[in-house]
């Protein structure tokens, strides 16, 4: 599977951003998730959404991000409001099967102050 994460760039604070992650496959039948790794950071989970819809977010980021699926389109998204330095990151996206765990090759979002 090939995953392929869009839509990062430089944002001033408090603006937003959405990302995308498509997948060269269909995605109906996989949980799916954004990770996000800071400079000289681990890499963190941001969100996570089941097959069937259900989410769960970071606290850092609960109530501001989004996360989202189109599975007609094979496409997760992450909808970013009220950007704040601190989520400056690359954003990679994963998709679970029953035995791996595929990561998309990141996307760059850099937030101003």
């Known amino acids: 599977v090939q995953l392929q994460a869009s839509g990062g760039g430089l944002v001033q604070a408090g603006g937003s951003l959405r990302l995308s992650c498509a997948a060269s496959k269909s995605i109906f039948a996989n949980d799916m998730a954004w990770y996000r790794q800071a400079p000289g950071k681990q890499r963190d989970m941001v969100a996570t959404i089941t097959f069937g819809g259900d989410t769960n977010y970071a606290d850092s980021v609960k109530g501001r991000f989004t996360i989202s699926r189109d599975n007609a389109k094979n496409t997760m998204y992450l909808q970013m409001d009220s950007l704040r330095p601190e989520d400056t990151a690359v954003y990679y996206c994963?998709?679970?099967?029953?035995?791996?765990?595929?990561w998309g090759q990141g996307t760059q979002v850099t937030v101003s102050s």
């Open positions: 994963v998709l679970d099967s029953p035995h791996l765990r595929f």
